[in-house]
């Protein structure tokens, strides 16, 4: 077995592991499911749907890491871009003088973070293993 075949494995069920959560409470939060809707309100439309979009970036991404794929990295950029676009809308939402709850800045804090790191620890698990030496021709 390769080195780093074990931690990128692993990386990438925990990328899948959260997608699903990440899906599952958005989705919830959204369709009003299973009462979580009442437990999480006021809620910021924007930052729920930021959140789905980025579960359904995490998903495909795990599966990219298992199957060692470049363009892990890029949807998992992709997904920090999509935080950050949720918390402009978060911070034009709370100037508007909008109810929210405090919690939602520091969740998407959180998982912007959270998700920033797992983009590095792909770039890091996808890294080339070996480096060709290259010679200029004179």
Not at 88 to 96: G, K, Q, S
Not at 103 to 124: D, E, K, M, N, Y
């Amino acid at each position: 077995m390769e080195p780093d075949k074990l931690p990128r494995i692993i990386l990438g069920l925990v990328f899948i592991a959260f997608g699903a959560l990440t899906l599952f409470l958005s989705a919830s939060v959204l369709l009003d499911l299973f009462g979580i809707r009442e437990r999480e309100s006021p809620y910021v439309p924007a930052v729920v749907v930021a959140n789905l979009i980025a579960s359904l970036l995490y998903l495909p991404a795990g599966v990219g890491l298992l199957m060692k794929r470049r363009w892990t990295a890029r949807l998992l950029a992709m997904a920090v871009v999509v935080l950050l676009v949720g918390a402009v809308f978060l911070a034009l939402h709370i100037a508007a003088g909008s109810e929210y709850r405090t919690a939602t800045i520091g969740a998407l804090t959180f998982r912007t973070l959270l998700t920033s790191a797992f983009f590095l620890l792909a770039r890091w698990a996808l890294r080339p293993t070996h480096q060709p030496i290259i010679h200029p021709h004179p």
